[in-house]
């Protein structure tokens, strides 16, 4: 059983209402940063005393209003953006990076993120927003989307402009590497699967594991196939639990919702919950022979009816879809029908070789 210890962002959860900033050592703060219309409401900042300055872990979304909560948080902790000497980002989607180059630019403080988003941020297709907008519709339609249906769903130019200047960071922190912290010990553990280069840091002298979007306590972190990197992340998420199960951890500090005890039950019980996915993505394969992730998300149980995912949400629902069905194909239990737009169905199984009679072989063994 995971055990709630950030009690009052909790309650406030519970409420609807926005978490205070919290001092939880002596140089040690959290600091929930607004995110506009978005369910998840906030992002949880952590600032960390450092010298005679302090260094943030994420930064909140590109927005006035997130702006506002950020300096009022710092000044709970009787801080300043000015006062912040480095910006430590989990990873690059707009909540934790969204603010950075703002706070680069009014403090010089440095930015340092995993080499993998920092070339996931840096690519053509992500700083153009007409080019990306472009290449996302065009990667819907190779998950089955209609062009109708992807022009739909994918942000117009001027939404998506805001991911096109996520600050490029100073520096990059790979696995295992110190953060520059003074007086503190944070060490990055690199957690691919929500993204490519997600970044946890696990403080080992106090046993806590600060755990950006990899492990929260209520929810489960989007894993999708994204159109930069067609390979397997939730193969890599999987395995990025299983990296973090086995840690001395005491307490997680993750970006979202409340603090939490309980990290190795938490990675299990999200681990089953993508095993009870794929059985269930394997079932409606089974009944849809040649289904696209696009039509294949559809049959699947989601927390609101399918008609309610529009945009973004669809998008996610998809790409998630297809992250499950990138998983089962490695395992073998089902196969591509191949070309542009790939369906899927159940690899055939092999049947087991007939005992020899007469001579006679076993079956051919099924078409792979
Ligand atoms: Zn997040």
Redesign the pocket.
Known sequence: MTEVTGQVQHDAWQRKVMPPAEQLASDLWSIPVT?PNNP?RY?NCYAFAAGAGLVLL?TGWASEESWQALTAGLAAAGAAVTDIRGVLV??L?L??SGLAGRIRQESGAWVAMHPAEHAAIARPDYRDAALAVRKEAEFLRSLGATAAEADEVVETEEEFAPFCSVALPDRELSDGDVADVPGWRLRAVHTPG?TPGHLCFADERARRLFA??HILPRIT?NVSVQRADPVDPLRDYLRSLDRVRPMDIGEVFP??EWRFRGLAERAEAIATHHERRLAELLDAIERLPGATPWELAGQLTWSRPWDAYSGRMRIHAVTETAAHVHLLERRALVCSTGGPVPGYRRTPAVPAPLPEEGGRGALPRAAP
Do not use: Q
Request: proline letters at 7%.
């Open positions: 995110i998840l992002v994420d989990s990873h989607h909540d934790h929500h950006g979007d972190p970006a979202h």
